[in-house]
T-cell receptor, first 113, second 113 residues
């Protein structure tokens, strides 16, 4: 079975604060892929990052960074110096083997000015 | 840029009507997907297709059918709409390679009255 848990349902921060969105996954496969998506109020899911299980290097893209730790089965997402435009629902997702993409329930982030 | 378009952003239909949701992608992707998104339940896979005229059931295919006559187009059909099919419907596409990211359309918010 594969499962993705995003324990934080909603997070609210003030602009310029750093915020970390947690993602914990379960899989029995040694080969799997992890993803983060952003869903702004407009509704369209926007692809942010893809990671395969053999690449544990952390990734930084501007104010966004991702921390992949196989030892704790986590793939956390940090936004540094948050902005109002970061307000959205963020989904973590997993593909194991040749299976379907499985999504977490999502974390709603609100950044207040 | 990958572009996935859906025929309608908002749709209101009556119980018992036959409903067609259309999705078109312009990136020559082999795989296409239909999801529904409901509060608290995240994204659930209805059907997917990995080639023209091919289809596979997802987690919740009951009450739905699909059609893929051309590579770029994937249609979701509600044979007899019911109120419990009121939801946000999201179409996505991806390359055939295992574990590839999916690109999503803007979604169709369907209300069945």
């Amino acid at each position: 079975a594969q499962k993705v848990t995003q324990a934080q349902t909603e997070i609210s921060v003030v602009e310029k604060e750093d915020v970390t969105l947690d993602c914990v996954y379960e899989t029995r496969d040694t080969t799997y892929y992890l993803f983060w998506y952003k869903q702004p109020p407009s509704g369209e899911l926007v692809f942010l990052i893809r990671r395969n299980s053999f690449d544990e290097q952390n990734e930084i893209s501007g104010r966004y960074s991702w921390n992949f730790q196989k030892s704790t089965s986590s793939f956390n997402f940090t936004i540094t110096a948050s902005q109002v435009v970061d307000s959205a629902v963020y989904f973590c997702a997993l593909i194991q083997g040749g299976g379907d993409m499985r999504f977490g329930a999502g974390t709603r982030l609100t950044v207040k000015p | 840029d990958v572009k996935v378009t859906q025929s309608s952003r908002y749709l209101v239909k009556r119980t018992g009507e036959k409903v067609f949701l259309e999705c078109v992608q312009d990136m020559d992707h082999e795989n296409m997907f239909w999801y529904r998104q409901d509060p608290g339940l995240g994204l659930r896979l209805i059907y997917f297709s990995y080639d023209v005229k091919m289809k596979e059931k997802g987690d919740i295919p009951e009450g739905y059918s699909v059609s893929r006559e051309k590579k770029e187009r994937f249609s979701l059909i509600l044979e007899s709409a019911s109120t419990n099919q009121t939801s946000m419907y999201l179409c996505a596409s991806s390359r055939r390679d295992r574990g590839r990211e999916q690109y999503f359309g803007p979604g169709t918010r369907l209300t069945v009255t």
